[in-house]
């Protein structure tokens, strides 16, 4: 079963519908989950405050090597903090989440995902294929878990962002593969093989 976050924020039914499994608020079934998803939309720090109760049995699921899916904001929680607000963030992946400098604001639409290295979320996945984004803020990792970027160029300033991440059992993703057609649905595909 797979346990889908529900932290009463972002569009938890389309994930459902292209993942399945079953949204939950309860750390009894979070628990119990064969793999779990965090989707995320809105501000760090109150997102992280909603997360509070379920963050022990989150970070229990992840050191117990269950898959792990993170998406949009559902990445940036995974790292140690964000410029958006005060507070930590799960702390999982070592790094600080940044807001965009000199590029309109925020970032949304479909752009491409340029693979970095071999991450089983992709597979069957083309270089450079497109996704949909929405988003101010990425993460900038302190370690080697970059699995794809992406090139976002607006007011003739071209910044290169961290778009997916990949680390053993840990995966996440700054797109949104609910909403991003066939590419997203085989994303989520993949992350339900494993």
């Known amino acids: ?43 760090f720090g109150a997102v992280m405050e909603r997360l509070e109760p379920l963050k022990g049995v989150i970070l229990d699921a992840i050191n117990d090597g269950k898959p792990f899916l993170g998406i949009c904001l559902g990445l940036q929680l995974l790292f140690e903090g964000s410029e958006e607000s005060e ?45 949909y984004f929405v988003h101010s803020y990425y993460a900038v990792p302190e370690e080697d878990i970059v699995a794809g970027v992406t090139d976002y160029e607006s007011k003739g300033t071209r910044i290169v962002f961290t778009s997916a991440v990949c680390r053993e059992n840990l995966y996440a993703v700054q797109f949104h593969p609910e909403k991003s057609g066939k590419n997203g649905l085989t994303v989520m595909r993949n992350f339900r093989r494993l």
């Open 1 to 43: 079963m797979i346990a889908i976050v529900d932290l009463g924020i972002g569009n938890l039914a389309n994930v459902r519908k292209a993942l399945g499994g079953v949204i939950t608020g309860d750390p009894y079934e979070i628990e119990k989950a064969e793999k779990l998803v965090l989707p995320g939309v809105g501000n």
């Open 87 to 131: 507070g930590k963030g799960l702390g999982v992946l070592r790094g600080e989440v940044v807001r965009f400098q000199g590029v309109r604001t925020p970032h949304i639409g479909w752009n491409q995902l340029w693979k970095r290295k071999d991450c089983p979320l992709f597979e069957g996945i083309k270089d450079g294929a497109y996704f």
